[in-house]
């Protein structure tokens, strides 16, 4: 559907209240959504879909705001609005996450309650190394060589993660392009001086950022909607982090992973291994 100026590719599982999924990093629909879809479309709808920009088969669209979390939940709202849906329970991992707050507290209409997985850390400095990745380099390539340039760099460190080496540069345009060729083409369209603009807006925004998502903590204390917490256990995603935003949402709740889980298990086993907790926490602010 268009939004927004752009195509936004989207799939909704299911019939009943509505649960919204929004993936991690900027991620496209994955295996994990899937997951989601394939449990709670028994008894909700379900809807999962690709951020513009990102490594999913949305289009590729700049657009004039401070940052693409802006843009992403202007996208969404309208997505849903166009949908004649909701309101709905947000759930996200990481960056997703930090979405679900954003149109907690852009949208509040839009909202009954949220389900929040691995809040990512406070420490900007932890990010500056994936932020020059993902942004800086690109800007730099674009603005030297021009957006052809951008995307072969682009693919040569898709390739190297495929073949599990490390990369240099950010990958999301190869992919989108992969998983939507078109985008080729409006990548192409995209003046280099434009792009490396705005991956240095994107990139100092969020370097310099309040926490998180560029929240306040009286935005966050004035979210009033039920909130589930699920911490992370990794240096980008640590246990402080979901208890800091615990301390500081008036109706939230921390769920832990069974202790039957190993720490060493993959995210989608420990992930689905709460969901029990969260039929529970759903049936209570959706149904009830």
Known sequence: MTVNGASIAYEIFGKGPLLVWTEGGRFGRNELSYLVTGHFSRQYSVLIWDRRNGFGASDVALADSPSYMTTDVEDLHALLRNLDLGPACFAGASAGSSLSLWMTHRYPD????????????????????????????????AERGGMQAAIDASTESWICELQGQPSERGTWLAQTIYRKPSNR???????????????????????????PAGLTEEDLRSISVPVMIVPGDDEIHPRQSAERLLSLLNQAEMVEFPATVPAEAAVIEKFYSVFPAMDEFLTRTLLD
């Open 110 to 141: 839009d909202v009954k309650s949220l389900i929040l997985f691995s809040v990512p850390t406070d420490n900007v400095a932890l990010f500056g190394l994936g932020v020059d990745k993902h942004c800086f380099s690109l800007a730099e390539i």
């Open 185 to 211: 083409e409006r990548v192409l369209a995209i003046d280099p001086q434009l792009f490396a603009a705005t991956m240095r807006r994107w990139g100092k925004f969020f370097l310099s950022m309040s926490w």
